[in-house]
């Protein structure tokens, strides 16, 4: 195991914070899943994939090739003349849908005008008009204040 020189402290939760040149290095972006393993040398931990094409994300007919599982039909397109089919039309990607992030200032300025636009409109209302859980409009709502 390669020794990075890197130290996080663990929290009273069990929680660390991943370095950004290793999230960067390790292509991690902010919601991404990870896995963690135990092994002879010790813990272990790279970005979850799940049981799908490396390529395609298709689900059937699943091979494994070098940490990686890749579907027959990519198989046979990187057999193929043309490797750079291998994603196929039978399979199109699909990028992963990310949670967006937007900027408090925006949030409390849109929640401020909701607020002026509709006066009686309950708090679970204006969660689903910014699109976020009650417990953040509560949040947004005490720094108005």
Do not use: W
């Not at 929680?15 to 972006?29: A, C, D, G």
Request: net charge positive; glycine share 4%.
């Amino acid at each position: 195991m390669k020794n990075t020189g890197m130290t996080r402290p663990l929290d009273h939760l069990g929680r660390i914070v991943l370095p950004k040149e290793l999230r960067t290095s390790m292509n991690i972006n902010i919601g991404d899943a990870l896995d963690f393993f135990i092994t002879p040398e010790g813990l272990m931990i790279r970005k979850y994939t799940g049981v799908s094409c490396y390529f395609c994300g298709a689900v059937d007919h699943l091979s494994y090739f070098r940490d990686h599982l890749i579907c027959k039909s990519c198989i046979e397109n990187l057999k193929s003349d043309n490797p750079s089919s291998h994603l196929s039309e039978e399979h199109p990607a699909q990028p992963k849908k990310r949670r967006s992030y937007r900027n408090q200032n925006e949030l409390l300025n849109k929640l401020k005008q909701l607020m002026e636009e509709h006066p009686n409109v309950s708090q679970k209302d204006l969660a689903e008009m910014l699109e976020l859980s009650q417990g953040r409009v509560s949040q947004l709502k005490k720094l108005l204040l």
